[in-house]
């Protein structure tokens, strides 16, 4: 069965600071690989998507890492900001059909 | 505006009495979906389509329908709904192709008693 693990299940940080989350896969085949940011309440935002061939993709001071040897992949967030508190979560795909991770909930304190 | 609309977005109703929540797109994308989310297990795929009048199962179909009868629209349907589907369903789409970026709606908040 595909599934999608992600670590830790909760992080809170300081404002400034900078961190990484983790999500591990047994999804096969494997399509591609999304992150997505989603606040309280509210649908999720795409955040990055990697296919087989890419192993680094960056958005503002959101960056993701593939390792699809592994099957792992990283969300690096840079000088976070009170605005980044939220549930990060890591999708991959086998063509159409997604697998979900239960996501990892961040709370960034001033 | 490009977005993804749904409606409504919060819905008390009572076990067994049909209920329809819409979802419309302003983008011109082929693919929709609709998704729920539940403490603790995250988000998964109830139903998808590719285009106009194909559709095909997700995850988690049991208890739901849909149609696309019109690109922009994909209605989900509950004809019968019990408390076990109470959650938060969340309708997205996106452009053809598997890489492209995912819109998600508003969500809709259904409670069945």
């Known amino acids: 069965k595909n599934q999608v693990e992600q670590s830790p299940q909760s992080l809170i940080i300081l404002e400034g600071k900078n961190c990484t989350l983790q999500?591990?896969?047994?999804?096969?085949?494997?399509?591609?690989l999304r992150w997505y940011k989603q606040d309280t309440g509210r649908g999720p935002v795409s955040l990055t998507i990697m296919t087989f061939s890419e192993n680094t993709k960056s958005n503002g001071r959101y960056t993701a890492t593939l390792d699809a040897d592994t099957k792992q992949s990283s969300l690096h967030i840079t000088a976070s900001q009170l605005s980044d508190s939220a549930s990060y979560i890591c999708v991959v795909s086998e063509s159409y059909i997604p697998t979900f991770g239960r996501g990892t909930s961040l709370i960034v304190h001033p | 505006e490009a977005q993804v609309t749904q409606n409504p977005r919060y819905l008390i109703t009572v076990t067994g009495k049909k209920l329809t929540v819409t979802c419309s797109q302003n983008m011109n994308h082929e693919y929709m979906s609709w998704y729920r989310q539940d403490p603790g297990l995250g988000l998964r795929q109830i139903y998808y389509?590719?285009?106009?009048?194909?559709?095909d199962k997700g995850d988690v179909p049991e208890g739901y329908k849909v149609s696309r009868k019109e690109k922009r629209n994909f209605p989900l349907i509950l004809e019968s709904p019990s408390p076990n589907q109470t959650s938060l369903y969340f309708c997205?789409?996106?452009?053809?192709?598997?890489?492209?970026?995912?819109?998600f709606g508003p969500g809709t908040r259904l409670t069945v008693t």
């Open positions: 389509s590719m285009n106009v009048e194909v559709t």
């Open positions: 999500c591990n896969y047994t999804v096969s085949p494997f399509s591609n």
């Open positions: 997205a789409s996106r452009l053809a192709g598997v890489v492209n970026e995912q819109y």
